[in-house]
């Protein structure tokens, strides 16, 4: 087993849920489910028949799968490392701040950057797509 590190829910809005099992394995699926929003920490993957299943760290039965029953991605793999830069907002009209890493409207701005606005950066979250954000 590998470990990956965190996973962001894909999909818009809170409404969007992924389901969550107690084996890895789609004959278990629980009562429960999680939302886009915060990054969830994985303590272990299990790979399996072209399936990928991710434990969430702190949570002996609840694992995701990566992809629905028609092959539809779910969540993406993200790197968290330290990152201890400051950096300049550079667009004219500033950037939004979020507290989760995502562009989805349905999460609220919790600061807006000026432009040349100077900021403190401690972490850096890598998404498999290869966007990047600075927290």
């Known amino acids: 087993a590998q470990r990956p590190g965190f996973l962001c829910i894909l999909g818009a809005g809170r409404s969007h849920k992924v389901p969550l099992y107690g084996l890895p394995g789609r004959s278990s699926e629980l009562e429960e489910s999680v939302s886009p929003g915060p990054l969830l920490e994985v303590s272990e993957t299990i790979s399996a028949c072209g399936l990928n299943f991710h434990r969430l760290a702190g949570q002996a039965s609840a694992w995701l799968c990566d992809t629905d029953e028609r092959g539809k991605q779910l969540v993406e793999v993200v790197t968290c490392e330290p990152h201890?830069?400051?950096?300049?907002?550079?667009?004219?009209?500033?950037?939004?701040?979020?507290?989760?890493?995502t562009r989805d409207r349905n999460f609220p701005v919790v600061e807006k950057l000026?432009?040349?606005?100077?900021?403190?950066?401690?972490e850096m979250a890598t998404f498999a797509s290869g966007e990047i954000f600075l927290k």
């Open 84 to 101: 201890h830069y400051v950096y300049s907002c550079t667009d004219p009209a500033g950037a939004d701040a979020r507290e989760h890493p």
């Open 114 to 122: 000026r432009h040349r606005q100077k900021v403190l950066v401690s």
